[in-house]
């Protein structure tokens, strides 16, 4: 079974100050590792992955995410925030011989001006 | 590539009532998927599609839940005898073959039953 914890239901930043979207996942195997986004009325739009490799990622819109097999993490980050980035974000893992991916509950990101 | 279309977006029924829904994956897609999405959480895998032949189900699909995806292109979600349960957004992913491919998301169908 594979599956994925985000601890914070809401994180709220000022613009220009750093946004850290914690993750935590649990799976069999080697993970492949998930940021999507999801604005309202919006479907879910990819933001990043981690397969293997370097252990920082770096995605869409200025996101990086780190991944830390010790700690069994995948925290979103961006140095510095924007208003724009106001949305839901999910963290996903799959085990490396599945398809099928499991999403945490969800974070409400709010950044304020 | 013109994204993961799924129709209707919106679909408001009563109780007892059975609805269908659509998604059109991008056309070079092998891979779609269905997930359910309520208020307050993640999506949650229904089942999965390659190709035409349906792989795996998951135990929140009842037998009230009926999927299809006749010739590989699009696919049918069935609920035959809706319930207030059933109420949530209905979405729809595609991705390629290969194993470490992200998927593209619909937009979704949001389902009320009354």
């Known amino acids: 079974a594979q599956s994925v914890a985000q601890p914070e239901d809401q994180v709220n930043v000022a613009e220009g100050n750093p946004l850290t979207v914690k993750c935590t996942y649990s799976?069999?195997?080697?993970?492949?590792l998930f940021w999507y986004v999801q604005y309202p009325n919006r479907g879910l739009q990819f933001l990043l992955k981690?397969?293997?490799?370097?252990?920082l990622v770096k995605g869409s819109y200025g996101f990086e995410a780190e991944f830390n097999k010790s700690q069994t993490s995948f925290h979103l980050k961006k140095p510095s925030a924007l208003v724009s980035d106001s949305a839901l974000y999910f963290c996903?893992?799959?085990?490396?011989?599945?398809?099928?991916?499991?999403f945490g509950a969800g974070t409400t990101v709010t950044v304020r001006a | 590539d013109t994204g993961v279309s799924q129709d209707p977006r919106h679909k408001i029924t009563k109780r007892g009532q059975n609805v269908t829904f659509r998604c059109d994956p991008i056309?070079?897609?092998?891979?779609l998927y269905w997930y359910r999405q309520t208020l307050g959480q993640g999506p949650e895998f229904l089942t999965y599609?390659?190709?035409?032949?349906?792989?795996?189900k998951s135990r929140l699909l009842s037998d009230r839940f009926s999927a299809e995806r006749p010739k590989g292109s699009f696919s049918t979600l069935e609920i035959q005898r809706t319930e207030q349960g059933d109420s949530a957004m209905y979405l729809c992913?595609?991705?390629?073959?290969?194993?470490?491919?992200?998927?593209?998301f619909g937009s979704g169908t949001q389902l009320s039953v009354l």
């Open positions: 981690y397969i293997t490799g370097d252990n």
């Open positions: 056309s070079e897609h092998n891979r």
């Open positions: 992913a595609s991705s390629g073959d290969r194993g470490n491919e992200k998927l593209f």
């Open positions: 996903a893992v799959r085990a490396g011989n599945d398809y099928k991916l499991s």
């Open positions: 599609f390659q190709n035409e032949a349906q792989l795996e």
């Open positions: 799976v069999s195997g080697n993970p492949y």
